[in-house]
């Protein structure tokens, strides 16, 4: 059972059409998504559109300058892509495993501060390029592409919630 790492409650296993996500459904709604899980997520997977709408919809109860978070998994610090403009999320990654954690109040930001297309890869690219050694591990092609799909993925999905609130 894994425990959400902003308000410790213990998180529900959803399968999305052979995604598997966890969702804080009993505390903050946040979502973890596994770097694996985050690889088979395609456009099929509608029904995560329902743990999406939950998300949107809750308001964020922690604070949004909240303090790092601990990987669900690995229990060591995850680090917070910050960035100035509005219109992109502070995702929360592990380096270690690969993980994200999505909170509640980020989705919504994202509602309100829709992405197009040419900004959602420039958004994946500084995600990609703000990643430790990462730009060094370049020559490593396959570790880049995997990444670089897992990210796409998410960004994809997340920009889903634009549609999902109805507007
Ligand atoms: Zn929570
Ligand atoms: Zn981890």
């Not at 992405?115 to 959602?120: K, N, R, V």
Request: glycine share 8%.
């Amino acid at each position: 059972m894994m425990i959400c790492p902003v308000c410790h409650k213990e998180m529900t296993e959803e399968d999305f059409g052979g995604v598997m996500v966890d969702i804080c459904k009993s505390g903050c709604k946040g979502i973890w998504f596994d770097w694996c899980e985050l690889v088979k997520l395609d456009e099929k997977n509608e029904g995560l559109g329902k743990a999406l709408k939950e998300a949107i919809e809750y308001p964020r109860t922690n604070n949004e300058d909240r303090q790092q978070i601990n990987c669900p998994k690995c229990d060591i610090p995850m680090h917070i892509h910050k960035y100035q403009s509005a219109k992109e999320i502070n995702v929360d990654e592990c380096y270690a495993c690969g993980g994200f954690f999505l909170d509640s109040g980020e989705l919504r930001n994202v509602r309100d501060n829709f992405m197009g297309e040419e900004e959602e890869r420039e958004y994946c690219q500084k995600l990609l390029d703000d990643m430790p050694g990462f730009k060094e591990a370049q020559a490593d092609s396959e570790k880049r592409k995997s990444r670089s799909d897992a990210l796409m993925n998410l960004t994809r999905y997340v920009r889903l919630s634009y549609y999902m609130a109805g507007r």
